[in-house]
Each structure stands twice: as C-alpha cells, then as structure tokens.
C-alpha cells in the first residue's frame, strides 16, 4: 500500500497549498495517472477496489484538495457522468476521514508549541481531556469510512447511510474542539486551519447530513425485520 | 498514537457458527425474564445459567484445551458475548472470571495455579471478583494499602477493598496489594494474590447500589493468612500484571452494550406507533453509532487476537462506547415521554429508569473517563 500512497502523497504535497493554479493541479492530478486507479486492469487502469484507494482519498483530504479526485476516479471506473447519492456519501466520508487527521495533528502540534502559563499547553489536563475527545471522533470518522469503502463502487445504500451519519456528526465537535485549543490564530485567513474546517464543513453537508442519513438508517431498521441491534447489524455486513 | 492499527476486521467465519448454537441456549434460559432484569446486562448474574454455558463449551474460549478450554481465540468470545449481552442473559457469576482472571492466571500463573483454577472457571462453577480500588484509591490505583506480608507458611493480608462487584458471590478475588516498600513507593512494591474469600479473616459487606441492587461489596482482610502459592505471577510486578488485566478488561463489546436491551425495546416500541420522523432519525443515530463502534470494537478485539496490547485504543473505544451507553437511556426517556398520548408498557420505564440510575457506572468501571482521556492524551502524543 505504501509504495502506493507515497508517491501519491508526493504529487499531492506539490501541488497542494492555498496559492495553486487549479488548473496546473489537475494537470498533475491527471498526468499522474491516478485517477485511473479504480478502474478494471481490463480497461487499461489498475484495477483497485475501494478499500486499496481510500487511504489515497483520506491523502486528497489531509491536503485539502477541493478537486473531485475521488468522484473522477469512481466515474471512470463505472463509466458513468453522476454518481449515485450513497456513493458520493461514502467518497465525501474518506474525505472528511483525511481532514480530520490532519486537523487532529495540527492541533497536537499546536497544544506541544504553544506556551501559556509557563508550559505549553498540552500539558493541561483541559486540553487534554478535549483533544482526547476530538481523537475518539476523529477514530470514529476513520472506521465509518473504512465500513464504506469495504461497499466498494455498488455499495448498500443503508451502509452509506451508516457511514455518512456517522462522519457528519463527528464534524461539528472536531471543528469546534480544533478552533477552541488553537484560539483566536485559528480563525484568521492567514492561518492554514481554515482551509481544513471550511472544506470538513462543507462535506458534513454534501450528498446529505448526519439528520438526512440518520432518517434514512430509521426507517431502514423500523421496516426490517431484524429485532435486536445485534441481528441488524448483522444484516447490514451481509447485504 | 497511530490510527492505523485499528482497522476494518472481519470475523473468522468458523467464530460467526457459534451463533445459533449460544442463541439457543440464551432463549432456553432468559423465557421469562423481566426486562428491567434483562436491562441489567452482564450486572445480573445466574449460577444455573454460568453452569450451563461451561458445559456447552462457551466458558474458557480462548483457553487452551488441556485446562478445558475452546483454544478459540478472542473473536470467537467477541462472537459469543455480542449475543448474550443483546439479549441480556445473566452472565455476571461467571463474568469477570471468564473475562479477565482466567486469561491472568493463564499468563501469569504457575502450571499448579492453571491446573486448580481454570477447568472450574470453564465449568462455570468457579466464580472471581477484581481487588484493585480501595477507599483511599480509585483513579489512583498505584496507591493502594493493602498489605501483605510474607510469613513461614505464606502470606499475611491486612486491608480493605471496596466497589468489589459481585464478592458475595465470587470465590476468588485477585487482590492488588503492597508486598513491599510504602504507599510513597508508587507502583513499585505492588504483587496480585489470589485470594480465597471463605479464608478467616475475610469479610464481606453489601454495599446497595441506588437501585437497590446487590453488586458492589466492601471487602475487609484482618489477618488473613494465605498459602505461598496464593502469589499470583512474580512478587513486585503486580503493577505490570494490573495493566495487562485492564486492557482485557476495557477492550470487549460490553463497552458498547451495556444499554442495547434497552434500545432494543424502545425500538420495538416505536415500530407499534404511527411513523415519525423525530423518531426515525433518534433511532437511525443511534443504529449508526452503534454499528460504527462495534466495527472499533472488534478492531480492538482483533488486536488482541494478533497477540498485541492496545491499551490507547481500548481505552479510545471504551471511553466512546460509555458515551453512547449513557445516551441511549437519556434520549429514549425524553422520547416517550414527549409522546405522553402512548401507552408504554411499565416494563418498559422500569428499565429505563433502572438504567438510568445505574448509567454513571459507565464511565467509572473499568477506568473513569478523566483517567481514559488522559491515557489516550498522551498516547496520542501530547507531552
């Protein structure tokens, strides 16, 4: 997987960054020829599932790139102009997965450097105690993608539901908890954290929200015949 | 702390057949249980019931077979106690034995010890209870007093535990205690005994929960004089053997489901009454988190599996699944009573109250939330 991530991050990390010329981006993006990644080996790509490409996806999110990297390799792959809603769910939930790592990261980081009262302050057990709640959300948002992508490019719609309402929910506390350890700095333009909460914002909110899936998942489980959560949970992993 | 090691797991299919086989022997034995009894989960316990599970072979999993085990390993347990704590069987006897005290003596044990205590776990008729908190020690578990001291014969216990679920029915506790050096000593000086509650000396004191349940105990050790191989593992190393004990102890599904009977009736409740929205999206909510930390769960029980000790991670699971399980209780309440046009059968709010009394329990057993938060803090690197 590394030899596949890597270079991938590399093109990325080059063509990454605030002052990009978009166009420039997806010139790399496409000469790379990553974008073929999910396509059958028969058809000249790789032949990848969705679980071998969403550590590059959770890549796409960690640097921030507002390119539909993810939504040109799956229609590539299914030859298709619009993806369907639970599809474009799961890829927005790699995503958000990405860019809460990296906000995660910035904060530690952030919390180790920053000096107050004499100490910087990830030493304080308040900041402790959020950025540890923050970490718990940001682990949720993985696994609800990894349970996604298993789905591959025909995936059960209530598994997406499951895993969009799940990703959506985390993103209101990971922001929030992100801005309060890094003060005022964080919501300036200049300071790069913004360029990661907007964009988790955003995909809280593309191809529906926690509310829009949590109904969906409802009525999936008042209709079926599963009685206990055990049985339904079951069902799901099977469908 | 690396996210990476916690990943999408599956479960072995040859664990998954044992599904039918312990769904069957549950519905044998629950018939007619109440549901605020069912609510309890692995708080209630039933000797019968414990008896029954080690002679059809679900006691002891992932022991090996020459101490009466399953020489299965941790997922096929995952597998087994998913089902009973759903349904909401009376597993408490046999509970903690089969959970964690089992698999210390296994690796911490001499072949003596192995031999005397765990084909009776696995029969189900060898119950324990956890000596770690004291009056003076609950988060702070390095400074416990309870001493031991050696004598010709073995071992002289003096002290006092207190929280000890289920002492008045265990008949071991493997106790924590200072064999060595002064409370100032820290973790160093620490040694497990096992310790045979009916030894004089012993004595056991209910402490009724608010509910006015039977769980928690007060256990008083004066004098007590126990044999050389009451020496659980290697004297001093205590400290290290009690972590080891508590990544077992914080890493399995009854993180997740200590409120999934509840649920589970609220569910069925609510697929009686007219279609609602509001409700819907609280039931898809919690469907969904319910799935997501079960998949960690089972990550976590994978870890384990390869061999390895994910104390960050259990404690990140653990810490999440107590939130969930404080929530369920709290927003169903408020759901049905938003709805006061229904009728709701009083079983139904005798659990959810009996529940939500003893939900604080969630985030204090195992390891307190403040104390989980700061393990995960600096596993994840903050110095």
Known sequence: MDELLGPFEQMLASVAGRSVDSAAQWKAIEESGYLDALVPEVSGGAGLSLSDVEPLIRATGRFAIAAPVAETMARRALGVDILERPLSAILAVAEIAGLAEKILEMSLSYANDRVQFGKPIGKLQVIQQQLAVMGEQVLMTRMASQIGCAQGLAPSPEVAAVSKQVASATVPQIASIAHAVHGAIGITEEFDLQRYTRRLHALRLAHGSEGYWANFVGKARLQSDRQSSVEFILSLRKS | ?383
């Open chain 2, 1 to 383: 702390m690396n996210f990476d090691h916690l990943t999408l797991s599956e479960i072995p299919a040859t664990d998954e057949e044992l599904r039918p086989a312990i769904r069957e022997l549950i519905t044998a034995h629950i018939g007619s249980m109440p549901l605020h009894k069912r609510a309890r989960t692995w708080m209630g316990g039933d000797a019968v019931f414990s008896r029954a599970m080690g002679k059809a072979g679900f006691l002891g999993l992932t022991l090996p077979r020459k101490y009466g085990g399953a020489e299965r390993g941790p997922l096929a347990r995952f597998v087994v106690v998913e089902e009973l704590l759903c349904a909401g069987a009376p597993v408490g006897m046999h509970w903690i034995a089969d959970r964690q005290s089992a698999l210390v003596i296994l690796k911490f044990g001499t072949e003596a010890q192995r031999e005397k205590y765990l084909p009776r776990i696995c029969r189900g008729e060898m119950y324990f209870c956890i000596g770690m908190s004291e009056p003076g020690s609950g988060s702070d578990l390095a400074s416990v007093r309870s001493r031991a001291e050696r004598t010709e014969n073995g071992w002289r216990l003096n002290g006092q535990k207190v929280w000890t679920s289920g002492a008045h029915h265990a008949h071991y506790m493997i106790a924590l205690v200072r064999t060595s050096g002064e409370p100032a000593d820290r973790n160093q000086g620490l040694s497990q005994l096992l310790v045979d509650l009916k030894a004089p000396g012993v004595t056991i004191r209910p402490v009724p929960d608010l509910n006015g349940d039977h769980d928690f105990n007060e256990v008083f050790f004066d004098n007590v004089e126990l044999p050389h191989d009451a020496l659980l593992g290697e004297e001093g190393a205590g400290w290290s053997q009690v972590t080891a004990e508590l990544a077992y102890e914080r890493s399995g599904p009854e993180r997740i489901y200590s409120s999934a009977v509840l649920l589970d009736a609220w569910i069925q409740h609510v697929a009686r009454q007219p279609q609602c929205e509001a409700r819907q999206r609280l039931i898809g909510s919690l469907t969904a988190q319910l799935v997501v930390l079960r998949e960690l769960s089972v990550a976590v029980t994978s870890r384990l599996a390869a061999g390895e000790q994910p104390v960050v991670e259990a404690s990140l699971v653990k810490d999440l699944g107590a939130t969930f399980e404080q929530s369920v209780p709290t927003l169903i309440a408020d759901d049905l009573a938003s709805h006061p046009e229904e009728s709701v059968e009083p079983e139904l709010w005798h659990a959810i109250m009996t529940v939500t009394h003893i939900a604080p329990a969630f985030s204090l057993r195992g390891g307190t939330r403040e104390i989980l938060r700061g393990i995960i803090a600096r596993g994840m690197g903050l110095r």
